[in-house]
């Protein structure tokens, strides 16, 4: 199969697709004529990276949790702590999403939005925003 087909199959873009051949996540084979030749296993690989990666798993936990994947031995608890971990940094980023909402609606709160030149937007992210 080639790229474009594999492209179509897996959802992802070419590009993509050759960047995890050059970062060695997958190992297409190569047809006599030097073209890329891609198995059923490499598209069900390129598949589970695309739903990794879709779950904002970084790349290298995606290189881990794909060994962990095709090791039969495995033992879960490898892959759950990789899964813990990455939990943890996206609670961590929706308490700063959270955060960040709650400024900016103080901030458009406090904004009446006239034609007046007294912003309290501007002044909040200059540094000078006060409450009344």
């Known amino acids: 199969m080639n790229i474009k087909e594999v492209s179509l199959r897996t959802g992802l873009p070419a590009k993509t697709i050759r960047y995890y051949e050059e970062i060695d996540l997958v190992r297409p084979g190569r047809a006599a004529n030097g073209y890329r030749s891609f198995e059923g296993r490499d ?31 495995r033992a879960s608890a490898e892959v759950k702590q990789i899964a813990n971990k990455h939990l943890a940094e996206v609670e961590g980023k929706i308490r700063d999403l959270e955060a960040m909402r709650g400024t900016l609606s103080d901030l458009v709160d406090a904004c009446r939005g006239d034609a007046r030149p007294e912003c309290p937007i501007l002044n909040g992210i200059g540094g000078t925003f006060r409450q009344n």
């Open 43 to 73: 598209i069900h690989n390129l598949t589970f990276l695309a739903r990794a990666r879709a779950l904002g798993f970084s790349i290298e936990d995606c290189r881990a949790l794909l060994g962990l994947y095709e090791d039969d031995g």
